[in-house]
């Protein structure tokens, strides 16, 4: 019965191994449909249970961030002030010499 056990146990292991991979290694759009995926497994679990706030978390992590870097709503709209040309160091380069 133990070797069974065992045997059920690193399976297991492997399985989630594989899938984690997977998940971090994968496309972004599967990362989205998986997780959509496992957050409709846990809501039709039963009651008992209690995943259901897991389930709401996992919907709310697939619907992805709000802009490109997911801080704000207006990524790439604003631009830079141009940087001074006095802030540039400039070293010759005759005078850089090698380590000995």
Do not use: H
């Not at 008992?48 to 697939?62: I, N, P, Y």
């Not at 709000?66 to 010759?92: L, M």
């Amino acid at each position: 019965m133990n070797a069974v056990l065992d045997n059920f146990l690193v399976g297991m292991v492997l399985l989630f191994s594989m899938g984690y991979a997977a998940y971090k290694l994968g496309p972004r759009r599967l990362r989205a449909q998986l997780l959509k995926t496992v957050s409709r497994l846990l809501s039709a679990a039963p009651a008992f249970l209690r995943w259901d706030r897991a389930a709401q978390k996992l919907t709310a992590a697939a619907g992805g961030p709000a802009g490109a870097c997911g801080g704000c709503d207006n990524c790439g709209t604003q631009t830079s002030p141009p940087q001074s040309s006095s802030a540039e160091i400039k070293i010759p380069a005759a005078s850089i010499r090698r380590r000995a």
